[in-house]
């Protein structure tokens, strides 16, 4: 928001002035207007919700999933309701007041004003300065936000997803600046971009905004498995990154025998008829002539263990380039699948891609769509013979149907043919 002074001056005006004033009303024999009181509580309520990360700093959190909106429109519903406050704010009789609300009264006053001026005067253009501004705000939420339970950090990702929103509707701001010629001296924004740029990583564990996960289980507990078990498909996510491991080299790969373990008897409970689907980020075994390794510790043996439970496929990504091959184990009917990425860290000459996974009947069909300068289009595609899933005797969880269904898991698109 433009004009910090105004939020300290708000924030004032309610934790100090309107305090006073009913601190005042309490040991005096006057009561507070009402009418007063009310036009506090409205402009309390209004910019808690025009500000969630104001609110979320206020100890308010009705509002912790979202973030504020800077749009002109906006701003332009803004300074009518400031219009519409200070219209019922000159009804009531200031010089009847007691001393403590006359204060909050001209502070509220102050404020209304300030913001009218504003959006009138276009201030909102201009939303950073030489040591601030609303990105920095954001950088702010990970020692903001509170982290007790699983709805606060389901809130955090919320806001997270938001962000680009935020940033797309400031940038537009700025351009309308910019035309009009209204606009910040060069010389006061030298160096500014460093605030921007620290938040450029190469892996988002190096991220402030990823602080909060690596305290996910101490605060939580441990994380649950992640699943999606109905239209057709099982999949089972495995984490195979480890923070840290017994070699030097820490982005290579690890399994253990005990999430196999927990993954097969997982699957048990799925219904014959379900495509069973390992998802995991390293090829638990190596990819030939791949642009690099994967070296994951026990992969070997996990990818014995899933041929053996009859898993479909095992999607990976980390090599950043697309491969199929069956695993040389059981029926030979298990299948590893690498993605390439959509990221700028392209490896082995690969263009931009993903995976599009199409499963009918007996058919498993996979394209990597590959960015060839203005679209995606196929850049390579293989054809896999599905086993048949005899022997399977178990409970009927997975029935609907897989037909018109598309499945997110990151790199691939799942659906089979209506």
Known sequence: MPA????????????????AGIVSSRSSAASPDPALQALFDEAWAF??????????????????????????????RRAEFSRTMLKRLAAIDRA?????????????????????ADVDFGAWRIPLNADSGFHTDFADL???????????????????????????????????????GFTLPKVVLQG??????????????????FAPFRRYEKIIGPAPAQTHLGGGFAVRGLNTARGAQPRLNWSKGQISRRQVAAAVDWFETSHADCVRIVACHHPLTEMVGGPMTARVWGGEAAARDFAEAEVD?????????????????????????????LSIRERGGVPPSF???????????????????????????????RRAPVGRSRPARCTRPYRSLRAQVKGYQLHSPS
């Open 355 to 385: 995976n599009v996974v199409e499963i009918e009947g007996a058919a498993i069909r996979i394209a990597a769509l590959g960015w060839m300068g203005s679209r995606f289009e196929p850049y390579r595609t293989w054809s896999l013979d």
């Open 313 to 341: 496929l095992v999607l990976s990504g980390h090599i950043h380039a697309p491969f199929t091959w069956p695993y040389g184990f059981g029926d030979g009917k298990t299948y590893a699948v690498g993605a390439g990425t």
């Open 47 to 76: 910019r808690l919700a025009e500000d969630p990360l104001f609110a979320t700093s206020a100890g308010e959190h009705q509002y912790d999933d979202r973030l504020p909106s800077a749009t002109r429109g906006d701003w332009n």
């Open 192 to 209: 500014i971009d460093v605030t921007m740029t620290t938040h450029v990583v190469d892996a988002p564990e190096k991220s402030v905004f």
């Open 4 to 19: 910090d002074v105004r939020v300290l001056a708000l924030a004032l005006m309610l934790l100090g002035g309107v305090g």
């Open 142 to 180: 990970p020692d903001r936000a509170p982290f007790r339970t699983v709805r606060d950090y389901e809130n955090y990702i919320a806001r997270l997803r938001a962000f680009p929103r935020w940033v797309d509707e400031e940038i537009g701001a700025m351009r309308e600046g910019l035309k009009a």
């Open 96 to 116: 009847g007041l007691p001393a403590a609300d006359r204060i909050s009264y001209d502070m509220l006053s102050r404020q209304l004003s300030d913001t009218v």
